[in-house]
């Protein structure tokens, strides 16, 4: 295996954690000439004189395929995701120079994100006993983590929610734990932060918690 930039770069995402001292997650989708890719990652470009534009480059890259494996030639998709402790937005490039975004390189084209704080999350909507009584009665079936919830989070959310809140969305202790954050942020559409869910994703999040929230 050598490590290659991907092809083609999709979205690019930035946010600033305001924690003390600040952290910045940056999550980038792209996609790669083939299949096989492996072990994608972000790599910051380091300067020599700060750029005036006042971006900081990223190259995409992962790990392609050794010479002489079978690989598909079609546009797969791929997720990176970095993140950088300890920045100092306002003074990144030095006293008085801020950071004004970010962009990240594929081969034929390069995106980018400008600077954005972090939102503030609306408090997760109650629902009251007897919506609860009235929900179960619909579900019949029994939903289990593995099979219906695991599935529907994306290496990116497993990352990103790592990085900004220390939970695993794809272990079930954790996301049993947090049943009703991750159920809030679903239905008022907050999480994921780059799109929301489909509805019938949303409903079947709060089916599996109505049903017992089972591993
Ligand atoms: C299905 C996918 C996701 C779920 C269920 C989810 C869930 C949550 C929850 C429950 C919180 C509140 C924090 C807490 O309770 O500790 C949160 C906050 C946050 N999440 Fe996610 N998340 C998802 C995907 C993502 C992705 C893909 C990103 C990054 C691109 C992201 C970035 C953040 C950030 C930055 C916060 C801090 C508060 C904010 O900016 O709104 N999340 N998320």
Known sequence: MSISKIYTIDTVDM????TNPPSLVICSSGRTATSGWKSPFLSKYIYVTPPED?????DFLADSPAPGTITIPVLTPIHGDTLLLDVDVANYWGEGMP????RVHGVANAKLAGMKEEPSMPAPQQLAAGDI?????????????EADIKPKF???DVVCMKAVSGFDLHNFEDVKRKAEDINGTLKNKTMPKDGPWPDADIELFGKWIDGGMNP
Not at 15 to 18: E, P, Q
Not at 54 to 58: A, K, L, P, T
């Open 15 to 18: 946010t600033l954690i305001k």
């Open 54 to 58: 006042g971006i900081q480059e990223f």
């Open 99 to 102: 950071l004004m975004g970010v």
């Open 133 to 145: 009584g009235n929900y179960q009665a619909m579900v019949p079936q029994a939903l289990s983590f």
């Open 154 to 156: 994306r290496t990116r």
